[in-house]
């Protein structure tokens, strides 16, 4: 767990505030006077005048962009959901500190960092990662829940922190990626319950998954679902179980 996590969930959540509107007039004015046709930069704008209301100025130069990887092993990994060895979690985590994955050279054309923190990487620690692990892999969702209710508290208090941290370290814009073997099954479970769609509706084939054992992948979703019963109206009861 990272050792500056003190922050609390009601007082993250507190410290939330709302989109600044004349933030995002005046980053709306200094778009439409652009010499472009008005709107022609679609989706781009929309965001540019979201990022002004976040940040609360409409200057859209941004000196520091930080991506952070939560990295973690699943254990429903031993439900055979995928076809990828759990140990590419570790590795690739490794790799992306040497800067060689695929994310990294993206990242850097853009000249923005990548960050790795261990969220429950089943390894020992991995240095140049950030440390902030509860447990060593995740529950097998179809068994047992995934993590307790308090530890899910702690990673988010603790995320939070971390980002509060590097945003006074001068970061302004934050991406967020994952990385771990098995993820797509948990991910298709939260899914699942918060959209209330069956899990054949939202399962895929993550990294590869054969097509024609879709169908386990979707069982085991289903099942995990049944044997947690979360519920879809709290937060971290889902993300706990």
């Known amino acids: 767990m990272h050792s500056q996590s ?38 781009l704008e929309t965001l540019a005048i979201q990022l002004a209301g976040m940040r609360g100025v409409s200057g859209h130069q ?14 429903v990994y031993a ?9 590419v979690t570790a590795i690739q985590a ?5 800067g060689i994955t695929g994310v990294c050279v993206l990242a850097a054309t853009a000249n ?16 140049g990662v950030v440390n902030m692990r509860v447990r060593r892999g995740s529950g097998n969702i179809v068994r047992e829940a995934a993590m307790t209710r308090q530890q899910a508290k702690d990673l988010l208090c603790a995320s939070a922190q971390l980002t509060i941290e590097q945003a006074a370290g001068g970061v302004k814009v934050f991406g967020v990626g994952e990385l771990g073997m098995a993820n797509t099954t948990p991910a298709a479970a939260i899914i699942s319950v918060i959209t209330d769609r069956d899990p054949h509706q939202v399962v895929g ?24 019963q979360p519920d879809a109206r709290d937060g971290l009861d889902v993300l706990s179980k």
């Open 6 to 43: 003190k922050l609390t969930l009601p007082q993250l959540i507190e410290s939330i505030t709302p989109l600044d509107n004349q933030a995002m007039r005046q980053a709306a004015a200094n778009i439409d006077g652009l010499l472009k046709p008005p709107g022609s930069l679609g989706r």
């Open 205 to 228: 084939i993550g990294a590869n998954f054969p097509s024609d054992r879709l169908h386990h992948k979707v069982a085991v979703v289903r099942e995990a679902i049944a044997f947690n």
């Open 79 to 87: 439900e055979e959901v995928t076809i990828t060895p759990q140990a």
């Open 94 to 98: 490794a790799n992306m500190v040497k």
């Open 62 to 75: 941004v000196e520091r962009k930080q991506i952070i990887v939560m990295a973690a092993d699943h254990g």
């Open 112 to 127: 923005t960092e990548v960050k790795v923190v261990d969220v429950g990487i089943d390894s020992e620690p991995l240095p």
